[in-house]
């Protein structure tokens, strides 16, 4: 096997690398064609009522951060459901598939930005961009990308797709 | 040469995983999360379907059926434990229980978890017997042998070159070069490196405490007791196995580490000397 490499890079270097904007891995139309191949979905749009709210809160523990509901209903009875969290520093969009009884397929990731620059801290490292990308480097350390140390926690998107669930058998699974 | 390449992420082992290759292989990814998923069942502490709640709940000495992947990981576990006279320890699900970092799992108070590594023996590539209660915790090396396997998977499906990051325990594969951002202990952001035909991990506890009776304790454990480390270790190998699991060797006792390191072809990437370089 091949020798590992690595450099460090300088910093001068690294602000024209740092990507310009927060990652997108997926729009809402690629998710859909990835979890459900060539079917055909209906969009299913729902506004909950305070009683549902409710209801989703109770077997959940969690509120909707919006009550509109983005569903698409696929051609072989399974859902579609783009949802968002928020979590300590990041705003994270995703989309879960459940099969037509409900069941969860699967559950990516759309797309994950900071919602403040929280996580970059350092004061003089942030220095270092001021005049050639103010703003856009602050995005950078709550990204998943290429950051490693203090393991990024999924719990936010564990507890969202938990309200999710809550929210298909409130709301959809009698549609 | 990364606008043509396909980035997806899945919540899959606690954290967020990333997967990236060039457009033209993009079907590699789907078989490469499925690897990650199913590793992530078998070896997961919380729940109960796993390998290692069959482990928790088997009577002494008796044979259990296992993945083939929780095999590979338990016998690497167990080389890294007698090559860091124990340093490297996954037997420590007791303390960590104790501690609250790990949850309650059924039947926790029914045993005397007295177990250690020495008492797992792995008799085939499907069974494993451990002759005393030992609560097993897979969380300082499954992540990197996952990050391995779907590597392989990508491979095996065709990807030329590509990436994959299970929350900063990562490697890179082929003709490709990635900028990593090292994170401090205290999170800001240090060092950045660009590394190829690697596997890189963190880890770091300075900001995962929790007070136990008197004392303060931390997820990374050396005979028994919480090792409190006030910097963050990365560890640079061609697997991210090694890498992962390392960086515990790297933060409970640097200078095992030091000695093993090599022989696993791996490095320890010193972060002061990365600094003053800025």
Not at chain 1, 111 to 124: F, I, K, L, M, N
Not at chain 2, 32 to 48: D, K, L, Q, T, V
Not at chain 2, 123 to 128: N, R, T
Request: glycine letters at 8%.
């Amino acid at each position: 096997m091949a020798q590992f490499s690595y450099r460090i890079i300088p910093l001068a270097a690294l602000a024209l690398a740092v990507p310009a904007q927060a990652t997108v891995y997926l729009t809402v139309e690629q998710a859909q064609n990835q979890m459900f191949p060539r079917q055909s979905l209906t969009p299913q749009f729902r506004t909950l009522t305070a009683e549902q709210v409710a209801a989703i809160r109770k077997a959940s523990g969690e509120s909707p951060l919006s009550r509109d509901l983005r569903a698409w209903r696929a051609a072989d009875g399974g859902w579609f459901i783009v949802d968002e969290v928020v979590g300590k520093h990041e705003f994270i969009t995703y989309a879960v598939s459940l099969d037509s009884s409900g069941a969860i397929r699967d559950v990516e990731i759309l797309d994950y930005r900071e919602a403040y620059g929280g996580q970059v801290r350092d004061p003089r490292w942030r220095q270092q961009f001021v005049g050639k990308r103010a703003g856009q480097s602050l995005k950078l350390g709550g990204e998943i990308r290429n950051v490693s140390g203090a393991t990024l926690s999924c719990k936010h998107i564990t507890d969202g797709v938990r309200r999710v669930l809550a929210t298909y058998a409130v709301a959809l699974a009698h549609a | 040469m990364h606008d043509q390449m396909v980035r997806r992420c899945r919540p899959i082992l606690g954290t967020f995983v990333e997967i990236a290759v060039p457009e033209a292989a993009a079907a590699s990814i789907d078989p490469a999360f499925a690897r990650i998923e199913h590793i992530h069942a078998r070896m997961s502490f919380h729940s109960e379907d796993s390998d290692l709640a069959a482990l928790r709940r088997a009577r002494p000495d008796s044979s259990v059926h296992v993945d083939s992947a929780t095999i590979g990981v338990l016998r690497l576990a167990k080389d890294l434990y007698h090559q860091t006279d124990g340093v490297f320890d996954a037997a420590v699900g007791r303390q960590l229980v104790e501690w609250g970092f790990l949850p309650q799992p059924a039947g926790y108070r029914d045993k005397e978890w007295i177990g250690g590594m020495p008492d797992v023996e792995i008799l085939d590539e499907a069974h494993v017997s451990i002759s005393r209660a030992t609560l097993l915790d897979l969380g300082g090396i499954a992540k990197g042998y996952a990050v391995d396997c779907a590597v392989e998977t990508l491979l095996e499906a065709g990807a030329p070159s590509g990436i994959v990051n299970a929350g900063g325990d990562l490697r890179v594969f082929g003709e490709w070069e990635e900028i990593v951002h090292l994170r401090e202990a205290d999170e800001t952001l240090g060092a950045s490196l660009a590394i190829r035909n690697a596997a890189l991990a963190s880890s770091s506890n300075l900001h995962n405490r929790r007070q136990h009776r008197t004392h303060a304790t931390s997820p990374h454990v050396l005979g028994e007791a919480p090792v409190l480390a006030g910097d963050a270790v990365t560890v640079i190998a061609e697997r991210c196995v090694i890498a992962d699991a390392m960086t515990k060797v790297a933060i409970a006792c640097p200078t095992t580490a030091g000695r093993v390191l090599a022989t696993l072809n791996a490095e320890l990437i010193d972060r002061r000397a990365l600094g003053a370089t800025h």
